[in-house]
């Protein structure tokens, strides 16, 4: 092939380039799995970390917030009594050393029923033998019913009542030797004051007497302790299948 002066040069180049240009292109791959390496390694070279949107990381706060995972903040929605209606409350939990905790909780129902606590729990003590709660609150109730004494009341008699309660507890549980045998104890201490009643049903002592309904308008004062010896079901679940059980 005859290529005289300058114009054979520049097609000597050329072929010389795009020889350079084919040999870097990768292989096709021969195979199905080969595919799929290649496929895969390709995809290797454009990963990126997810970043949640504004809308997922706001929804993964509350459900947070929600289940009670929360550092400090958790809701609480426990009313005073049965029958008050939805509540709705909040907490705040603070950790006074690695594992004790005071954990400090109210709530409000929709037909005003009141509830406040402050509870001090100490999960590990006694090297993990042992478990300390102590409970102090205030519950309140505006509209408690009653229909009079007696399974054969008639429905529309009720009344409604108030009712006050102070109250303190302390229970202490104990695995001697972290499993099989548990023992327990505590004590609790309430007032009740009973009050007259809200709402749209009359209240009780428009209807009742201390001599027709003994105990009207009394204030009581509990004091109950209890003792607990027996088995720990949890020990007990991890030895025996709970179809055995």
């Given at each position: 092939?005859?290529?005289?002066?300058?114009?054979?040069?520049?097609?000597?180049?050329?072929?010389?380039?795009?020889?350079?240009?084919?040999?870097?292109?990768?292989?096709?791959?021969?195979?199905?799995?080969?595919?799929?390496?290649?496929?895969?390694?390709?995809?290797?070279k454009?990963?990126?970390?997810?970043?949640?949107?504004?809308?997922?990381?706001i929804?993964?706060?509350?459900?947070r917030?929600?289940?009670?995972?929360?550092?400090?903040?958790?809701?609480?929605?426990?009313?005073?009594?049965?029958?008050?209606g939805?509540?709705?409350?909040a907490?705040?939990?603070?950790?006074?050393?690695?594992?004790?905790?005071?954990?400090?909780?109210?709530?409000?129902?929709?037909?005003?029923?009141?509830?406040?606590?402050?509870?001090?729990?100490?999960?590990?003590?006694?090297?993990?033998r042992?478990?300390?709660?102590l409970?102090?609150?205030?519950?309140?109730?505006?509209?408690?019913?009653?229909?009079?004494?007696?399974?054969?009341?008639?429905?529309?008699?009720?009344t409604?009542?108030?009712?006050?309660?102070?109250?303190?507890?302390?229970n202490?549980?104990?695995?001697?030797?972290?499993?099989?045998?548990?023992?327990?104890?505590?004590?609790?201490?309430?007032?009740?004051?009973?009050?007259?009643?809200?709402?749209?049903?009359?209240?009780?002592?428009?209807?009742?007497?201390?001599a027709?309904?003994?105990?009207?308008?009394a204030?009581?004062?509990?004091?109950?302790?209890?003792?607990?010896?027996?088995?720990?079901?949890?020990?007990l679940?991890?030895?025996?299948?709970?179809?055995?059980?």
């Open positions: 092939m005859r290529c005289p002066g300058l114009s054979c040069l520049f097609t000597l180049a050329a072929l010389a380039g795009f020889g350079g240009v084919a040999f870097a292109q990768p292989p096709e791959p021969t195979t199905r799995q080969a595919a799929i390496e290649q496929a895969q390694g390709e995809k290797l454009n990963l990126k970390p997810y970043v949640p949107s504004k809308g997922e990381r929804a993964a706060r509350l459900e917030v929600l289940t009670g995972e929360g550092k400090h903040f958790h809701p609480f929605f426990q009313s005073a009594y049965s029958g008050g939805f509540a709705v409350g907490g705040w939990l603070q950790h006074v050393s690695p594992f004790n905790f005071i954990d400090v909780r109210g709530s409000y129902s929709v037909a005003n029923y009141k509830r406040a606590e402050i509870e001090f729990v100490a999960p590990r003590l006694f090297h993990r042992g478990e300390l709660s409970l102090g609150g205030w519950r309140e109730g505006a509209q408690i019913g009653f229909r009079g004494l007696g399974i054969d009341s008639p429905k529309d008699n009720r409604n009542y108030g009712l006050t309660v102070p109250h303190a507890s302390g202490l549980t104990l695995w001697p030797a972290r499993k099989y045998l548990l023992l327990g104890g505590g004590a609790e201490w309430a007032k009740w004051s009973q009050e007259p009643g809200s709402g749209s049903f009359p209240s009780i002592e428009t209807a009742y007497t201390p027709t309904l003994p105990g009207l308008n204030e009581v004062t509990y004091v109950h302790t209890q003792a607990t010896v027996g088995l720990d079901w949890r020990t679940t991890r030895i025996l299948p709970v179809g055995r059980l």
